[in-house]
């Protein structure tokens, strides 16, 4: 099984509808990210937390908002999906930096492809 | 000014060749350096982090220039499983938040 899964991996759906991408994870980290890429644009962060109690915008959070259900669980939602958020998503998961020789290496999810008509 | 950036290519070599790809980042403060490899459709996974004294897997070299705040990949022998994106990735532990090129593209053919 993935350390990090995504669900669903494939959704089509139509301009605004409300759209849910989930994630989990086991490696137990606390801190967990959303990321959207698109062709050209490379990986852009969503909104990322560090703990349970912790949420932060990334640079392209308008549209979108989260939510973390627990350690192992952060979920974000589309409320009203537009055509421009056609894109693959990944969620990722990373420890703290410098703790116990830990770099911040990120793990990904398979991503989830979100197509908007 | 981005963050972090990268030419993205794409670079087209033949097999055996060798090939470097730079990256250079903003915040001077950054802290850890990692180059990823994305597939096709794929997830990106973890190639090599980088260290400030420079480290090496197989064919793979990384090098970091903090005072001119860049990154080098060097590929030695290509092989066709070299084809794919490679990002470059910067944690700047001021912010916390980890921060990727756009990508560099490499096509090896026969």
């Known amino acids: 099984d993935a350390d990090v899964t995504q669900t669903p991996r494939n959704r089509i759906t139509k301009t605004g509808k409300r759209i849910m991408l989930e994630c989990s994870q086991t490696k137990g980290h606390d801190r967990m990210y959303w990321y959207r890429q698109d062709p050209g644009l490379g990986l852009r962060l969503i909104y990322y937390s560090f703990d349970v109690k912790d949420i932060n915008k990334g640079e392209i959070s308008d549209g979108y908002s989260v939510s973390r259900q627990a350690q192992a669980k952060f979920s974000l939602s589309l409320e009203s999906a537009i055509p421009n958020q056609t894109a693959l998503y990944f969620c990722a998961t990373s420890d703290l930096p410098g703790t116990g020789g830990n770099t911040g290496e990120l793990f990904f999810g398979e991503g989830s492809r979100l197509t908007v008509l | 000014r981005k963050e972090v950036e990268q030419d993205p290519g794409p670079f087209n070599v033949p097999e055996g060749a060798t090939v470097a790809f730079n990256c250079t980042y903003s915040n001077s403060a950054s802290q850890s350096f990692f180059w990823y490899r994305q597939d096709c459709r794929k997830e990106p996974k973890l190639l090599m982090s980088v260290y400030s004294s420079g480290n090496e897997d197989g064919r793979f070299t990384a090098q970091l220039n903090r005072a001119s705040q860049y990154i080098s990949l060097l590929i030695r022998d290509s092989k066709l499983s070299d084809s794919a994106t490679y990002l470059c990735?910067?944690?700047?532990?001021?912010?916390?938040?980890?921060?990727f090129g756009q990508g560099t593209t490499l096509q090896v053919k026969p």
């Open positions: 990735v910067v944690n700047p532990y001021s912010t916390g938040k980890l921060i």
